[in-house]
């Protein structure tokens, strides 16, 4: 286990600590200096790609929470009539390779439903593997959940608006953050499928980190990676706390 | 009921349509892809070419080295080549991957429950970064004059101009993956290893059993759903890869996925070609998943009876 540790560890703490190394190798230590992240911080097409990345992740999260929360509540309600396919079929996207997907969209943006490629395209992409997600976490919630419930604040004078929003909603509440979060923390991650159905100059973060890879390895790419690693932990952080909470609620 | 099951069914709609439009139909576009003729990029004639291309040198195999037995067989034909490769690369991962896995989630199952927290988030923390910046990371450890190479010459193992070659190899490519899916393999792994009932391992103690034949006759079998669920996830994932033979790869490892690529994103594209390789993949995953689960389904019909 020590060893595991170990092996899990060294690779994060090389990329962390070279990321403040005065020299222009990646490899070579020449003393303390934060003259990356200044680089950093200047690189104007590394902003735009994350302005991209954000955009990409918002709008695809959105879309795959409410359609994804829609399907499990109406999956929810159908109560098991009939209804195997219909998680099966949510569970296909997840099972196939994203290269698959990914080429699969390409061929259908440029093929049959020809459209200059770019944001939309990529969000269509994200959603499909997004919406799989917040339907199987919201469905996991709602399995709990008691239809007698609604039918108890029907009979105490609530209107069917009122039942769901007031007893069913708060409930599947959890969920449906839950379920928004991974989509989210998947979409800003995403890098086989964008890089498929991009368009020429339009770069997600991932896409562009993965051109500078391609390129060479330089300080620059290492601070930028210690830098996505810490959002990264802090929003896992923040996700854990949030569910915490929920708990001891 | 009729009211409440057509709102249901309206509810369920728009994802369902997404999913239709956004995900069979190019999948079925890409099943038909593969039977078209190569144009810019595509037409929609139908042609057997990529299948021709495919299966262009035969299916037989030769040797590496005519005056050499030692040096082993390849595959005349370049894609059969190129699977039977991935196909290893995958099953070297996944093996790598419960080799470590399975240990740790055993040692991690059996400590407090404090302890067991901290042991996770550890073994969960490569999830939290992107698989392009740890596999970066494994670039900066392998390469040449990198910093493994660094350690053992300040060690004086290695000398001043020499170099293991570890980067761009298939071994560099199973590292970095062993690496970014230990995670899949720990989780199903550890769910399935926390129900078990450890009492179990007491009566076939107190009946006689060795301490490996607990493991293997007790412990494994009870395992064995996780066990395969880890697998899977792995063996899928591994098999349609493209940041880590891209990255770590090199020129020298071809695996599917980087040549899927090229036929795509490379000049000169290559669209009914690549979806052919897509095809082959899916069937290569497909195979994987009906293997395990009809392993673990074995297992059901075993334990029933």
Known sequence: MLLTSIFLLVPLVVLVVYSFSGSRYATVWGGFSTQWYVRLADNVELREALWITLKLGGLSTLLATVLGTAAALGHWRLRGGGTRAVPTFFYLPVMVPEIVLGLALLIFFTKVWTVERGLWTMTAGHVVFG????????????????????????????????AFRLVQLPMMLPGIVGGALLSLALSLDEFVISYFVTG??????????????KKGVTPEINALATVLLMASVLLALLSIMVQGKHRAD | ??????????????????LGVFFVVPLGMTALAAFARRGEPLEWTFSMAAWAELGRGGFGVVARDPDDAAA?????????????????????TTAGALLIGFPAALFMVRRPARWRRVLYGLIMLPLVANSLILAYAWVTLLRRDGLVEKFLRTLGVLGEDGSLGLI??????????????????????????????????????????????????????????????????????????????????????????????????????????????????????????????????????????
């Not at chain 2, 179990?200 to 607990?214: F, H, V």
């Open chain 1, 131 to 162: 919406v799989c997600y917040v339907f199987a976490v919201v469905s996991a919630r709602l399995r709990g959940f008691d239809g007698r419930l609604l039918e108890a604040a029907r009979d105490l004078g609530a209107t069917p608006w009122q």
């Open chain 1, 200 to 213: 020429a100059g339009i770069s997600t973060l991932p896409v562009k980190i993965f051109a500078m890879m």
């Open chain 2, 1 to 18: 009921m009729m009211g409440r099951s057509r709102w249901s069914w309206f509810l369920m709609l728009p994802a369902l349509l997404w």
């Open chain 2, 72 to 92: 082993g067989w390849r595959f005349q034909n370049e894609a059969l080549a190129v699977g039977w490769r991935t196909f290893w690369v995958s099953v070297a």
């Open chain 2, 168 to 305: 761009y190899t298939p071994s560099a490519v199973v590292l970095g993956m062993i690496y970014w899916y230990l995670p899949f393999m720990v989780y199903p792994v550890y769910s399935s290893l926390e129900k078990f009932d450890w009492r179990l391992m007491e009566a076939a103690a107190d009946l006689g059993a060795t301490a490996w034949q607990r493991l293997v006759h007790v412990l494994w079998p009870l395992a064995l759903p996780g066990i395969m669920t880890g697998c899977l996830l792995v063996f899928v994932q591994a098999a349609g890869t493209l940041v880590f033979p891209e990255l770590l790869g090199g020129s020298k490892t071809r695996l599917l996925g980087p040549l899927i690529h090229d036929k795509f994103l490379s000049y000169p594209e290559n669209y009914p070609l690549g979806s052919a390789l897509a095809l082959a993949l899916m069937i290569l995953t497909t195979l994987g998943v009906w293997q395990a689960l009809r392993v673990s389904g074995e297992r059901k019909d075993n334990s029933v009876s």
